[in-house]
């Protein structure tokens, strides 16, 4: 099957400026992920959707930080005006049902986007 | 303070046993998961063990989980340079509405040298 696909996989920008990920899950996946991994750290969750609703963006910083998943498939990351502290990964993760129904919840991840901020 | 500790670095010779070590702080969590990193990749599951489970193996892998004291343990026997990556320790929590949030740890990096 196919991977969680990221783009851009990398991108530079300056600082105030704006910048936007895209994902696309796996198939089927109704659950998915977006986390920042700054380098030397474990990816920190910044929002969780079921389907196109928000589960969880409560580390998400809404003054800059935006995301959506319409239509309950691909989703968007969007940072403005991005900062410094804004370089890192952007990792996206699918997962098939991130509800506590039976099973674990194994995430599927993508490549993730590597933001530069100068 | 981070929910999901890890040491940060691990140096093994080739053929070793590596051992790479993890404690939480939720005793809810219901299943804990290792994942590999590679660099310039997006993060793969290893294994995973759920909460009632004290242990699991897996060809190679080897997961200890003791829950009275929160601490999970990943055992890679006859360690290959292949092996060399980050690995990642991680809990799901079932937060309110059923949902699980996967939060994970810093990363240990496994270098293996010959």
């Known amino acids: 099957e196919a991977g969680v696909a990221q783009s851009p996989r990398y991108k530079i920008i300056e600082k105030r400026q704006s910048v936007a990920f895209w994902c696309n899950p796996i198939?089927?996946?109704?659950?998915l992920y977006w986390y920042q991994q700054i380098l030397g750290q474990g990816p920190k969750l910044l929002i969780q959707?079921?389907?196109?609703?928000?589960?969880?963006d409560s580390q998400l910083p809404k003054d800059r930080f935006s995301a959506e998943r319409l239509k309950g498939v691909d989703s968007t990351l969007k940072i403005q005006p991005a900062k410094l502290e804004d370089s890192a990964v952007y990792l996206c993760?699918?997962?098939?049902?991130?509800?506590?129904?039976?099973?674990?919840?194994?995430?599927?991840f993508g490549a993730g986007s590597r933001l530069t901020v100068l | 303070g981070e929910d999901v500790e890890q040491s940060l670095f691990l140096s093994v010779r080739e053929g070793d046993s590596s051992v790479i070590n993890c404690t939480y702080t939720?005793?809810?969590?219901?299943?804990l998961y290792w994942y590999k990193q590679e660099p310039g990749a997006g993060l793969q599951l290893l294994t995973y063990?759920?909460?009632?489970?004290d242990m699991k193996q897996d060809q190679r892998l080897t997961v200890l989980l003791n829950k009275k004291d929160k601490h999970l343990s990943l055992r890679i026997a006859d360690t290959q340079t292949g092996d060399s990556a980050i690995y990642f320790c991680?809990?799901?929590?079932?937060?309110?509405?059923?949902?699980?949030?996967?939060?994970f740890g810093r990363g240990t990096s496994l270098i293996v040298h010959p």
């Open positions: 993760a699918s997962s098939l049902e991130g509800r506590a129904i039976s099973g674990a919840n194994v995430l599927t």
């Open positions: 198939s089927g996946h109704a659950t």
């Open positions: 959707f079921q389907n196109n609703g928000v589960v969880d």
């Open positions: 939720d005793s809810s969590s219901t299943y």
């Open positions: 063990i759920f909460s009632n489970m």
């Open positions: 991680a809990e799901s929590v079932v937060a309110s509405g059923g949902s699980y949030i996967p939060t």
